[in-house]
């Protein structure tokens, strides 16, 4: 890279240097200055300024170790460097150039603040925020030692710890500094172009203090706290904060603290928070993102001291955006509701589940644009999201019934949609696109109707026909495949057969076994605890589960393992691959790999390589079934347990029914007979839509070796960064380049995928909808109990399935499931969710194996830490945190 070496940078001045140099705060404050913005007077002393110092510690041997780990920093390497950055000396060329730019800056106050700008510092992916030193009320005399001293704090433990978890990876000591002129400011904060608690896009936030800003930024006080709309001037909220402490900068340069100093009083006027929030909202057109300003107001005149992105915000993409006055919209994002998934599908995944969301659609409503606009139809998916529009859904159903029809999959979201005030949440005008669209849904879903009206007269019949119809589909699929078909082709005629026979032939089993459990439900609600505890154990260990079944095997592969079972998990895959284990344990994994080898985390992503591709995973937990079945409590046994159980359940029941009436009898004995037909093979329209998004992988695989051989694409797996569109224009063109496509697309793919926690429910200005933390007694934490029983343990925290092991006994805590997570829940004691209901896949797996189990549970990856010991009741939904001295005890199925 070639660098201008000039010494000295004036913001607003000079023509702007490359961040590298200038480093993040510093280029920020340029932006800020070149577009009009009011800045305080300072220069920049870029990373070259320092060219001599960074060469210096290259040199020493704490540098050479710290480059050449990978690894936490010990703290002696840490005092090395620090050491030896407090002997730098200013050269004379460097002693010059400060002299000079201080006598072009003016006397000013005489004071100045000394401000560090890391390159890796104030940027969108990692702030830094906090890390490095700031110096305030720094006198001319003064400055070298504080511009060393800000130079230091580079190598200080809190920022080389920072650094690996951003992938700011250690690399030659680079450190740009600010000097600007200190403002002894009346009043001063931070503000914020969106609202970082609501994650409203809508909303301006202001922090205010008495005096200078670093009292708000060190935490010493609580300041005001201002929430603007971004037009007009009136406050959405104002608070006033206790303002403990106040520092005030005396001409000498001392910081006086003041106690308690008017903190009665807003120490920010209207006028002055109005054109504030104008200036944050500048800032944010500049920047192209939402931005939080530190800021100072002296004698009238608001000055920003630096401006950085947010970011902590979930992004929502612009197409879903509303603005200004007008009406916002709600969304439920059925990525994490209907699959359990958090972070986003990959941009070629995000164009398999559009085209199989729209068809869907389609197929439901005889419209084929109504599930690819999310604004003007019901749903679509953006930017690796799927998103329901349930403000357009509100002019076909009412609250309850959306409620109704999605509370199986997550119990607080239908919380939320129910409670809702249709007139504030409903679209304006009715879309075109949903005129007659009721009238038009009942008709197209007439076969689905009339198919699960067969299926409550003539359960076993219905449940033949949909095993034939399975290898119909299977025939027709490979024939499928047998085609010459453009890659686009393929996946539409994919995408409209799975759709077709889920609809036709699979869909009614989900009616029938889902009314059947509302119907016994009804029956006995009125009925003595012990029976309604037995009516809840009707659906569990229900036969024909895919996911079940594979669980089972998996449970069969760490029996068959034997002693090998406890080996490392690298060591057993290459056992594995050389074909050296027992051949029991080989035909069950062949059969396994067969069967289920395409599922896994994320399997709805054409771009999850599945368990075949992850096998370590797998293998690392079959050690704790082996464990746990040594206890006597291994998959196995829990779900022979719980069939057992259910079948007791059962006969107690009709005992129970038979003396009521006989016609209450038959009425038991049918709805549980279809639960039984049809309970377990709910989950089979997933398990062949993953199959069939296999088959998409394979094809797009081919496809990327192609464009790979071609130079038109680095490597084939950059084929998962290209649309359908993008994919299918590269294959008929082989001329066309599509290296900046997959950059852009792999640019928002990361940012979404970034996203630890994405809300259920959302609004167009990006406000997250939600319901607090209920607290039942106490601290105690309650949230939807979905599978009875109780259960104490250790907590274990993960955010991803591949994350660290959990041990026989631990409570598992996570924000939601897909099947990837089930050999996980295999061997934990009980489970703790963010998001589910009764039919989402964590649920049902709890159910089926008997474990305790709570859903809608808010931010309870935030709330426990790995080691906490909690006890948690699946029936009342109550999860109990528990003295550090407590002892597991075995979990505890409601009897």
């Not at 992105?309 to 603005?323: A, M």
């Not at 009425?667 to 093979?681: E, H, K, N, P």
Request: charged share 25%; with cysteine; proline share 6%.
């Amino acid at each position: 890279m070639q660098t201008n070496r000039k010494p000295v940078f004036f913001p607003g001045e000079d023509e702007p240097i490359p961040i590298e140099e200038a480093g993040g705060k510093a280029y920020s404050l340029m932006r800020l200055s070149r577009a009009g913005l009011p800045v305080p007077p300072g220069c920049v002393l870029p990373t070259t300024f320092f060219d001599p110092w960074s060469a210096s510690l290259r040199e020493t041997d704490a540098w050479r170790t710290l480059a050449a780990s990978e690894d936490a920093v010990p703290d002696s390497i840490v005092q090395a460097l620090q050491d030896h950055s407090k002997t730098l000396l200013f050269s004379p060329v460097q002693q010059e150039a400060l002299k000079q730019s201080l006598r072009r800056l003016g006397p000013g106050t005489g004071l100045w603040a000394v401000r560090s700008s890391s390159p890796a510092e104030d940027l969108g992916e990692a702030s830094f925020a906090g890390l490095y030193r700031t110096k305030i009320g720094v006198p001319t005399a003064g400055l070298e030692d504080a511009i060393r001293e800000v130079f230091a704090s580079c190598f200080e433990q809190r920022v080389l710890s920072y650094r690996p978890g951003n992938s700011c990876g250690p690399e030659a000591p680079q450190m740009a500094v600010i000097v600007q002129e200190m403002i002894p400011a009346d009043v001063s904060g931070i503000a914020f172009s969106a609202n970082p608690v609501t994650n409203s896009r809508e909303e301006v936030v202001i922090n205010a203090g008495w005096g200078l800003g670093e009292s708000i930024v060190s935490g010493q006080t609580s300041p005001d706290e201002l929430v603007l709309p971004r037009r007009g001037t009136t406050f959405l909220t104002r608070k006033t904060g206790v303002k403990e402490t106040a520092l005030f900068l005396d001409p000498d340069g001392e910081v006086r603290k003041r106690h308690d100093y008017r903190s009665d009083e807003f120490c920010l006027e209207t006028r002055y928070a109005v054109l504030l929030r104008d200036l944050v909202c500048r800032v944010e057109e500049l920047y192209g993102c939402p931005v939080d300003v530190e800021w100072a107001l002296q004698n009238g005149e608001i000055l920003l001291l630096q401006a950085r992105p947010i970011t902590t915000l979930i992004p929502l993409p612009e197409i879903l955006r509303t603005h200004g006055d007008s009406p916002g919209r709600m969304y439920l994002d059925l990525t994490l509701v209907e699959h359990g998934m958090q972070g986003a599908l990959s941009p070629l995944g995000s164009s398999w589940m559009d085209l199989v969301l729209g068809y869907t659609l389609e197929a439901l409503t005889g419209h084929p644009r109504v599930g690819r606009d999310a604004a003007n139809g019901i749903a679509q998916v953006v930017e690796g999201r799927m998103y329901l529009n349930v403000s357009n859904l509100l002019w076909i159903m009412n609250p309850e019934m959306i409620a109704l029809l999605f509370g199986g999959l997550d119990a607080s979201s239908a919380g939320i949609i129910q409670a809702c005030d249709p007139r504030e949440w409903r679209s304006p005008a009715r879309p075109p696109l949903l005129r007659g669209i009721t009238a038009a849904s009942l008709w197209q879903s007439r076969d689905l109707l009339l198919h699960a009206a067969h299926g409550f007269v003539s359960p076993e019949a219905v449940s033949c026909e949909c095993r034939a119809s399975a290898d119909a589909f299977m025939a027709a699929l490979d024939d499928l495949e047998t085609q010459d078909l453009s890659f686009t082709d393929f996946c539409e005629g994919a995408g409209r057969l799975i759709v077709w026979w889920v609809k036709e032939k699979t869909g009614s089993t989900l009616i029938n076994s889902e009314c059947a459990r509302m119907v016994i439900r009804r029956m006995f609600a009125k009925a003595p605890d012990d029976c309604r505890a037995l009516a809840d154990r009707v659906d569990r260990a229900l036969p024909n589960n895919r996911t079940t079944e594979m669980a089972l095997s998996l449970s069969r592969l760490s029996r068959h393992a034997g002693p090998a079972v406890f080996e490392d998990a690298t060591i057993l895959a290459d056992r594995i691959e050389r074909e050296e284990m027992p051949d029991a344990f080989m035909a069950e994994w062949t059969r396994f790999m067969e069967t289920y080898g395409f599922r896994g985390p994320r399997e709805i992503d054409p771009a999850s390589p599945g368990y075949a591709g992850q096998t370590r995973q797998i293998l690392a937990q079959l050690r704790n079934y082996a464990e746990a079945s040594r206890q006597g409590d291994g998959p196995a046994a829990r779900f022979e347990e719980e069939r057992r159980r259910r079948e007791e359940a059962c006969r107690l029941l009709q005992t129970f029914c038979r003396k009521k009436g006989r016609l209450w009898e038959q009425l038991f004995l049918r709805m549980y007979a279809l639960i039984d037909t049809f309970g377990g093979v709910r989950e089979d329209h997933k398990y062949y839509l993953v199959l069939v998004t296999s088959r998409v992988r394979r094809r797009a695989l081919a496809a990327g070796e192609r464009l790979a051989s071609r130079g038109q694409i680095h490597a084939t797996e950059d084929v998962f960064c290209l649309s359908f569109q993008d994919l299918q224009s590269a294959l008929d063109h082989p001329d066309m380049m599509m290296h900046r496509t997959v950059a852009e697309n792999r640019g928002w793919y990361e940012m979404m995928d970034a996203v630890r926690r994405y809300p259920p429910v959302i609004d167009s200005t990006g406000r997250i909808l939600h319901s607090p933390a209920q607290v039942a007694d106490g601290s105690d934490l309650r949230g939807y109990g979905v599978s009875a029983g109780t259960a104490r343990g250790q907590v274990r925290v993960l955010h991803h399935p591949a994350e660290k092991e959990v041990h026989p006994g631990d409570i598992l805590v996570i924000s939601a499931s897909d099947p990837g997570w089930t050999p996980l829940f295999l061997t934990a004691g009980g489970v703790v969710l963010e998001v589910g209901g009764l039919l989402q896949h964590g649920s049902i797996i709890a159910r089926e194996y008997g474990i305790p189990c709570v859903v809608g549970v808010f931010r309870a990856t935030d709330l426990f830490e790995d080691g906490q010991w909690v006890e948690i009741d699946g029936g009342s939904g109550i999860v109990r945190l528990l003295p550090p001295q407590t002892r597991a005890g075995d979990y505890h199925p409601a009897p």
